[in-house]
């Protein structure tokens, strides 16, 4: 399994911006399906967004698209999710995952390795 470490979360106003990190340990980065999932309080988890182990194929959950970006640097085993023009219902806390599936058949359940998460504020 890989091992995954967020950074970047925190508190900002509604309308701002914030950039996530997720620093993968490993070779074989480039083989994973990468994703980001959130969990508000009350709430199940979900994902976000997702990207294909080349970076050619992403996805997104609906009420982010046009907003979020997520993205991939191979050489820095590291996947990054852009998220601007901020809302208060996108407080919750973002957990970066990786799948082993390659992206034609990769679920939201066939995420397997977790970072401990980090928590994004979103005040109005």
């Known amino acids: 399994q890989v091992q995954l470490v967020e950074s970047g979360g925190g508190l900002v106003q509604a309308g701002g911006s914030l950039r996530l990190s997720c620093a993968a340990s490993?070779?074989?980065?480039?083989?994973?399906?990468m994703g980001w999932f959130r969990q508000a309080p009350g709430k199940e988890r979900e994902i976000v967004a997702a990207?294909?182990?080349?970076?050619?194929?992403?996805y997104y959950e609906d009420s982010v698209k046009g907003r979020f970006t997520i993205s991939r640097d191979n050489a820095k085993n590291t996947v990054y999710l852009q998220m601007n023009s901020l809302k208060p219902e996108d407080t919750a806390v973002y957990f970066c995952?990786?799948?082993?599936?390659?992206?034609?058949?990769?679920?939201?359940?066939?995420?397997?390795?977790w970072g401990q998460g980090t928590q994004v504020t979103v005040s109005s």
């Open positions: 490993g070779h074989t980065f480039s083989s994973y399906t």
């Open positions: 995952a990786a799948s082993s599936d390659r992206w034609s058949i990769v679920k939201a359940t066939s995420f397997g390795s």
């Open positions: 990207i294909s182990g080349s970076a050619g194929s992403t």
